[in-house]
């Protein structure tokens, strides 16, 4: 799926700009369902994404995002529950909804034998832009991702990462007032992610309302406001990446000890600024952590503590939970890569 899709609907009235008039929400849903025999892919999913927001839709194979960013793009029909897009609602209107939309999804779309600048002008005249237009709007997206060298090559000699860039560049093409984003990383390198990001963010600033899907929990934490938690089609929890981090406990700090009998006397150290519980020793891994409320106050008592004792350690560091703990705790499987999210790290006693 992709943007050529959508061709907007020469009979409609183009989008004013920021979207349909009157309304706070660019997306909308209400008890949004989806049946296949007797299985529910979606099952009584509420949304409510205020426009200009990133809304990231987490959740493990299977949880049901793609179904439910397919009922919001019109490409499949829900079997209970309305939503509204751009306005619009996509069961009964579906192509006024399709006019303020645009989709990148899981699987590449664009031509294979033209060449990256034509498939990018190609979509700009499907959107109505006259051929000088097409032609520089063409030129600014291949420069935003990275293929301006590469630019005269068709996508059939491509690698993965280089299709994927230019399937969003194509989903991009007149900065839709909602874009959807199915896996809009998935196969990217480092650098091919950040761009990505970038041009997600860059986007956002200038309007437009993004739902991603994505199995990065480090992704939907960096780039979206706030986060669903999706598993067996139903939403597990909501809440912006901050809210969801906080509702399973706040800062930890930690330290790595260099000897084993050196575990009391940092456990000791730990229990002087752990806010409730006591500190976790960790054996096998020479660690002690404990949770804290000033983390900043808390490791700078430490590290003074560790000093004044001449108790040498190995490392220690603050750490939040990461949106991996998050998921594990509210749906008891992990969906995904564990990105340690260590904010400060600072080695003592050396
Ligand atoms: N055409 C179909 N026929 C029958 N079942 C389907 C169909 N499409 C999706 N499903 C089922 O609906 C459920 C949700 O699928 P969906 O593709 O929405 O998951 P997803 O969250 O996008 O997963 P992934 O992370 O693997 O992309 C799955 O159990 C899937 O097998
Ligand atoms: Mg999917």
């Given at each position: 799926?992709?943007a050529?899709?959508?061709?907007?609907?020469?009979?409609l009235?183009?989008?004013?700009?920021g979207?349909a008039?009157?309304?706070?929400?660019s997306?909308?849903?209400e008890?949004?369902?989806r049946?296949w025999?007797?299985?529910?892919a979606?099952d009584?999913?509420?949304?409510a994404?205020?426009r200009?927001?990133?809304?990231?839709?987490?959740?493990?194979n299977?949880?049901?995002?793609?179904t439910c960013v397919?009922?919001?793009?019109?490409?499949?029909?829900?079997?209970?529950g309305r939503?509204?897009v751009g306005g619009h609602d996509v069961?009964?209107e579906?192509?006024a909804a399709?006019?303020r939309?645009?989709?990148?999804?899981?699987?590449?779309?664009v031509?294979?034998?033209?060449?990256?600048r034509?498939n990018?002008?190609?979509f700009?005249?499907?959107?109505h832009?006259?051929a000088?237009?097409?032609?520089h709007?063409?030129?600014?997206?291949?420069?935003?991702?990275?293929?301006?060298?590469?630019a005269d090559?068709?996508?059939?000699?491509?690698s993965?990462?280089?299709r994927?860039?230019?399937?969003?560049a194509?989903?991009?093409?007149?900065?839709?007032?909602?874009?959807?984003?199915?896996e809009?990383?998935t196969?990217?390198?480092?650098?091919?992610?950040?761009?990505?990001?970038?041009?997600?963010?860059?986007?956002?600033?200038?309007g437009?309302?993004?739902?991603?899907?994505?199995?990065?929990?480090?992704?939907?934490?960096?780039?979206?406001d706030?986060?669903?938690l999706?598993?067996?089609?139903?939403k597990?929890?909501?809440d912006?990446p901050?809210?969801?981090?906080?509702?399973i406990?706040?800062?930890?700090i930690?330290?790595?000890?260099?000897?084993p009998a050196d575990?009391?006397?940092?456990?000791?150290?730990?229990?002087?600024?752990?806010?409730?519980?006591?500190?976790?020793?960790?054996?096998?891994?020479?660690?002690?952590?404990?949770?804290?409320?000033d983390?900043?106050?808390?490791?700078?008592?430490?590290t003074?503590?560790l000093?004044a004792?001449g108790?040498?350690v190995?490392?220690i560091g603050l750490r939040?939970?990461?949106?991996?703990?998050?998921?594990?705790?509210?749906?008891?499987s992990?969906?995904?890569?564990?990105?340690p999210?260590?904010?400060?790290?600072?080695?003592?006693?050396?």
């Amino acid at each position: 799926m992709s943007a050529s899709s959508h061709p907007p609907d020469p009979s409609l009235p183009p989008t004013p700009p920021g979207g349909a008039p009157g309304s706070r929400y660019s997306i909308l849903a209400e008890g949004l369902t989806r049946r296949w025999g007797d299985k529910v892919a979606l099952d009584h999913l509420d949304l409510a994404v205020p426009r200009g927001v990133v809304f990231g839709l987490l959740g493990p194979n299977g949880a049901g995002k793609t179904t439910c960013v397919r009922i919001l793009t019109t490409l499949l029909r829900p079997t209970g529950g309305r939503a509204v897009v751009g306005g619009h609602d996509v069961v009964a209107e579906p192509r006024a909804a399709r006019h303020r939309i645009g989709l990148t999804g899981q699987e590449p779309a664009v031509d294979e034998i033209l060449s990256a600048r034509r498939n990018l002008e190609m979509f700009g005249r499907l959107f109505h832009l006259d051929a000088r237009r097409a032609r520089h709007r063409a030129g600014e997206l291949l420069e935003r991702f990275g293929l301006t060298e590469a630019a005269d090559r068709a996508p059939g000699t491509f690698s993965g990462g280089m299709r994927r860039r230019l399937d969003l560049a194509a989903s991009m093409i007149l900065a839709p007032e909602v874009l959807f984003l199915d896996e809009p990383t998935t196969g990217l390198d480092p650098r091919g992610r950040m761009e990505v990001w970038e041009a997600i963010r860059e986007l956002a600033r200038a309007g437009t309302t993004v739902l991603l899907t994505t199995h990065y929990l480090d992704e939907a934490d960096r780039l979206s406001d706030r986060i669903a938690l999706v598993d067996n089609g139903r939403k597990v929890v909501e809440d912006t990446p901050i809210g969801l981090k906080r509702a399973i406990g706040g800062d930890r700090i930690e330290v790595v000890a260099r000897e084993p009998a050196d575990l009391p006397a940092v456990a000791a150290v730990l229990a002087r600024v752990a806010d409730a519980a006591a500190p976790v020793v960790e054996e096998h891994e020479l660690r002690v952590h404990a949770s804290v409320r000033d983390r900043i106050a808390a490791l700078t008592e430490v590290t003074r503590e560790l000093h004044a004792r001449g108790t040498e350690v190995e490392d220690i560091g603050l750490r939040r939970p990461t949106l991996d703990e998050v998921f594990l705790r509210v749906t008891g499987s992990s969906a995904v890569s564990v990105v340690p999210t260590r904010t400060a790290t600072e080695e003592v006693g050396r």
